[in-house]
């Protein structure tokens, strides 16, 4: 069974890109969220999917979307980035029950 | 969901149990305790979560309060790679909500040699 696994470790954009963090669910997980942790903080919940359908937000903008794909793997967008976007962004995958998520290593976006 | 509070730091002595607070007054009766750790630089790790028993596996115990008001995580035998950042949430985890968690501040947890 492999865990959840995230690409790219890295990344460096400019004001203004756009980016697409990748995350690979835990096999047999079909609800994945994606968290922001910036520097010195806890990770604040941006979305999370379920079946392929967003089914809860927290306070991002809409320039923060998602998608997940049938084989459960997702993707998150960030359009026209801004300094404060750079942080570490973690994916987390979990089964419908009531056991925990299972977190991948994060992509470290930086944008400049 | 509930708040939680937790001591900003910690320290331990290898080998020693480390036991790690945290207050959850408002807790309500469909919520359950949940415990992660973050090691630094890495994804946030779960570890244990009970709803009103106490609660073991291989990495700790869960130790929670009758009145459920409170809850103490158990390392029992500490070691230097426990040094990490502790999260205690307290979730709903009725099914079909978005069920996400909240993360306060944590307790940075350090294993001393």
């Known amino acids: 069974e492999t865990g959840v696994t995230q690409s790219p470790t890295h990344l460096i954009k400019t004001r203004g890109q756009q980016v697409t963090l990748r995350c690979s669910s835990q096999?047999?997980?079909?609800?994945v969220s994606w968290y922001q942790q910036a520097l010195g903080q806890g990770p604040q919940f941006i979305f999370q999917?379920?079946?392929?359908?967003?089914?809860g937000r927290g306070n991002f903008p809409p320039r923060f979307s998602g998608l997940q794909f049938p084989n459960y793997s997702s993707e998150l967008n960030v359009n026209a980035l801004e300094l404060d976007d750079s942080a570490l962004y973690l994916c987390?995958?979990?089964?419908?029950?009531?056991?925990?998520?299972?977190f991948g290593p994060g992509t470290r976006l930086t944008v400049l | 969901d509930a708040k939680t509070t937790q001591p900003p730091s910690m320290d331990c002595a290898e080998g020693r149990a480390a036991n790690l607070p945290c207050n959850h007054s408002?807790?309500?009766?469909?919520?359950?305790v949940y415990w992660y750790r973050q090691i630094h630089s890495q994804g946030p790790q779960y570890i244990i979560h009970?709803?009103?028993n106490n609660e073991t596996n291989e990495m700790a115990s869960l130790i929670i309060t009758e009145d459920r008001k409170s809850s103490t995580l158990i390392l029992p035998h500490a070691t230097l790679r426990d040094t990490a950042v502790y999260y205690c949430?307290?979730?709903?985890?009725?099914?079909?909500?978005?069920?996400?968690?909240?993360f306060g501040s944590g307790t940075q947890l350090t294993v001393l040699p």
């Open positions: 987390a995958s979990r089964t419908g029950g009531r056991e925990g998520q299972f």
């Open positions: 096999s047999g997980h079909n609800t």
């Open positions: 999917y379920y079946r392929e359908e967003e089914n």
């Open positions: 408002t807790i309500s009766g469909n919520e359950y």
């Open positions: 009970g709803l009103k």
């Open positions: 949430i307290v979730r709903d985890s009725l099914s079909g909500s978005a069920r996400q968690l909240t």
